[in-house]
Each structure stands twice: as C-alpha cells, then as structure tokens.
C-alpha cells in the first residue's frame, strides 16, 4: 500500500471503479507476503476469505452502491470472530478454533466496504503490554525490529506502521490499543465503553474491553470509527445513543480549548529525551491556540492496583469456559478434573495463569470484599474525578506512554511491565474516549535509533467527536 494513499481516496477511486477491490487486495496480500515474514504483525493472511470479499465489494459497487471504506483493506485483530477463518487469541487453548460466527464490528466494516484482511497477533488473550505474551508467533516492531510492537493489539498496530494495511482493528482493555500506537507512531483510538459492540470480541474483562481503529491519520482513524460505532442488540453493555459523525473535521485551530495537564500525571520521572518530547508537544497545543490548565485526578494513583484486581477477577470468570469439554484445546484425563487441569495447564501460557490466580484469589471467599469491592469503589471514585476535571477544560492530554518502545525481554518482572499502562488505565477505568498519536520521536536508550512516542487525549463520554478534532489540528501542525 502507497503510504501517501489515504483511506478516503483509496475508497473513492473503488467507488469511481478506477480501481478495483480485488485488485488492491491482491496487491496487499502479495506485499504482505514478501515482508510480513521480518515483522510478524499476521497470524493468518486468509487469501481466499479476502479475495472473496474483494469480489463482493466490487459487484456491489457495479451495482450502484457508494461504499465509505470501499475495498479498503482492514486487518484483524486475532480475538474478532471472522466467520470461517480461525480465531486464536494468540493461545495455544484456541489455536485450531474456527470461528462459526462474525464479530459486529466486523461486520460492520464488511457492510461499509471494508475487506477483511488478515488476523493480527497479540498478546495471549489480549493480557500484556508488549505482544511477547502471543504463544503463536512473534510481532516485531517495523520501526525497530529489535523492539516490540507494545501490546496486547501489537500485530494490529505493526501492520498499520508497516504499511501493509491502511487500517486494522485492535481492542483496548488497559491500553492495549493507545500504547502500540504510540510505540509504532501511528494513530490509534479506544472510543468510550460501549460505543462499539463487543459481540464477537473474545472477552478478556468485559467491563473494560472496547474495540477500535488504527491508522496512519487522524482521519483514517475517524472514517474506521465511523463504520463501527453504534448500537448492537447482540451486546447489552452497547449504548443506545447515536454515534455522531466525526470523519468531517471544521476546526482550524485550537482557539477557545482548554487542554487539562494532569498534575498526576508529571514528566519529571521521564527520562530527560522523553519528557522533552512531550514538553514540547504541550507547548504545541499552546501554539494552536489552546489554554493548558491545571487539573488534578487525586484518585488516579489508585488505578494501576484498581485496574489489577477488577481485570483479572473479570477474566477468571471469562476464561473459566476453556475447560476442554466444549471447544478448543482439550488434553485427556483420567477423569472430569484431571481433564480440566490438564487442558488448561497446556493451553495457557504465564501471563493467562498469572492472571487467573489473582482474579480466583481476589473473588475468593473471605477475600472478595476486602480486594473486589473496595477496588469496585476505587473505579467509582477514579471516574469521579475525571467528570470533576472535566469541569474545568474541554480535553485531557498526557503521555500515552513513559518511554520509547523497549527490546524484547527488557521487562522480566511482571511489576514493571504493568507500569507501561500507569497513563492509560485511569481513562480505561472511567470507560472515557482516548487516543494516541504521534508527537514526536525520542533517541532509542541502546541504539540511539529515532523512535515515536504518543501523545495521549482523552474526552469526557461519548465525545468522540471533539476528540478527533483536536487531534486532527494537532496533526496538521
């Protein structure tokens, strides 16, 4: 794919029939081929599945039909259902599992003309930070292919800054979404909880999980967002308010903005490179007219053990399915038990485990009052405090992430690698609109190679709209 080829005009010329679907897919699958094979950002190309989508989308556009997304390729990330194609979740547990059925989300791109183009990897059952947890291949960064891709949507992510898509879907549970983007310098959303339907996304914790777009700009990004958010009657946490458009951008500046600086959420423990980087992006939305006002979220240092307790407790109840009796993975036993151990023994790798032990435990009697509920009445009082801070200004902006991305193996303690999320877990824990984009690039620490870093926003709920905006000027700069 041409890197100087937006979404936009990709899909008009399929709709003007100067191109064609299949033969744009046909393009992208031969280039994914020749090079995906250095990054890894594919589990699964699926040729068949999307040529034959190709084909569909040009018989409706010769049919009359104007498509937004018109043959334009769309990666996937490998937790989406796609009806006939395997479904992973990059686990061992689900590695030959056919899905019977396709994710709204996805269908949703489908309807609007998208081609369904490959499965992405990530982090085993979306659980990590860096895409190293995947138990089916390995995800390079395409920037730096000695760094990781940052997690869990990273195959989303490396094939969007590879150029071998001009759009994938991610999911973002902590961050899972805004930190690969900041990591490989491209756009990524996590729109507000239940604007985008979570049928057919493999739940990791169903409280936080919400699907999104990647792309190489903030307009890419918003025509993606367009095609998935709304409604679903298949998904009760979907909200029944209309999505407003937000792929048609007015603003020129950002006069009359004001832009919230988290005092929580300081620089001086960045490393001096960093925290220039994102000291200058901030003097940026200063220059474009916005006012920087101070607010403060006393509650968010809170987020990280909030976040820690709620997410893993929600997937020991999720991942209790994986049982090998119904589906996936199944290890005999000598018995129902002895199955059960035996199966999940195999088909979950450290992370999952590690995940599982503390959500038991958490839930556990004697203990789910004492971990659960109080970490319940923290997330009530992290949102709290957002909806006060956005008393005082229009848009929060922050890092998305503390450093550049890191070398595979840098983050042996668990501890540490859950520290990558201390900016974004606070705005997951408040289900509020968030996205990463670049800002600028800071030395690698060992190289000295140029790598991206992510300015974080954030907008009150369901204020997409406004969100995209200010990005869309911040871009322009």
């Known amino acids: 794919m041409a890197q100087t080829t937006t979404v936009a005009a990709l899909a008009a010329s399929v709709n003007a029939r100067e191109r064609s679907a ?95 183009f490959g499965k992405t990897n990530l982090d085993e059952f979306a659980m990590g930070s860096s895409c190293e947890n995947s138990a089916l291949g390995v995800t390079r960064n395409p920037l730096h292919l000695e760094r990781v891709p940052g997690g869990s949507s990273g195959g989303s992510a490396a094939a969007v800054a590879a150029d071998l898509t001009p759009l994938s879907l991610g999911s973002d549970t902590g961050g899972s979404i805004r930190e690969p983007a900041a990591f490989c310098g491209i756009v990524g959303l996590k729109p507000t909880y239940g604007r985008v339907s979570r049928y057919g996304l493999i739940a990791f914790a169903s409280s936080l999980d919400q699907i999104g777009p990647f792309g190489r700009s903030v307009a890419d990004v918003a025509l993606l967002y367009d095609a998935i958010a709304g409604k679903d009657p298949r998904d009760a946490t979907s909200v029944d308010r209309p999505a407003e458009a937000t792929s048609v951008f007015t603003r020129q500046d950002l006069r009359g903005m004001r832009i919230g600086i988290v005092s929580e959420f300081g620089l001086d423990a960045l490393e001096p490179s960093v925290r220039a980087v994102y000291e200058a992006a901030y003097a940026d939305l200063l220059r474009l007219g916005a006012e920087l006002v101070d607010v403060t979220l006393p509650t968010a240092r809170y987020a990280l053990a909030t976040y820690y307790l709620l997410a893993p407790a929600e997937a020991s109840s999720n991942l209790a399915r994986f049982d090998g009796i119904r589906y996936g993975l199944r290890v005999a036993g000598d018995d129902v038990g002895d199955l059960y151990e035996k199966t999940r023994a195999a088909g979950f790798g450290p992370e999952v485990k590690r995940r599982i032990l503390i959500g038991t435990h958490a839930l556990s009697s004697g203990y789910y009052d004492a971990y659960y509920v109080k970490a319940q009445k923290a997330r009530t009082l992290i949102a709290a405090d957002f909806a006060k801070a956005f008393q005082a200004c229009d848009i929060i902006a922050s890092p998305a992430a503390s450093t550049t991305a890191f070398a595979f193996q840098a983050k042996k303690d668990p501890y540490s690698m859950y520290l990558m999320d201390y900016y974004t877990i606070p705005i997951s824990l408040a289900g509020l609109p968030s996205l990463s984009q670049p800002c600028g690039f800071a030395p690698d620490p060992l190289d000295g190679t140029p790598m991206p870093l992510g300015l974080q926003l954030a907008a009150p709920l369901f204020e997409e709209r406004r969100l995209l905006e200010v990005a869309r000027v911040f871009e322009a700069r």
């Open 22 to 116: 299949r033969e744009i897919a046909q393009a992208a699958l031969a280039d994914a081929a020749a090079r995906d094979g250095a990054i890894g950002a594919f589990l699964a190309l699926n040729e068949d599945v999307t040529l034959a989508w190709a084909e569909s989308i040009d018989a409706r556009i010769s049919a009359g039909e104007q498509l937004p997304l018109a043959g334009v390729p769309v990666a996937i990330k490998d937790n989406l259902a796609l009806a006939g194609t395997r479904t992973t979740c990059g686990s061992k547990m689900l590695e030959n599992w056919v899905a019977p059925y396709t994710a709204t989300a996805v269908e949703r791109v489908l309807r609007a003309g998208g081609v369904p």
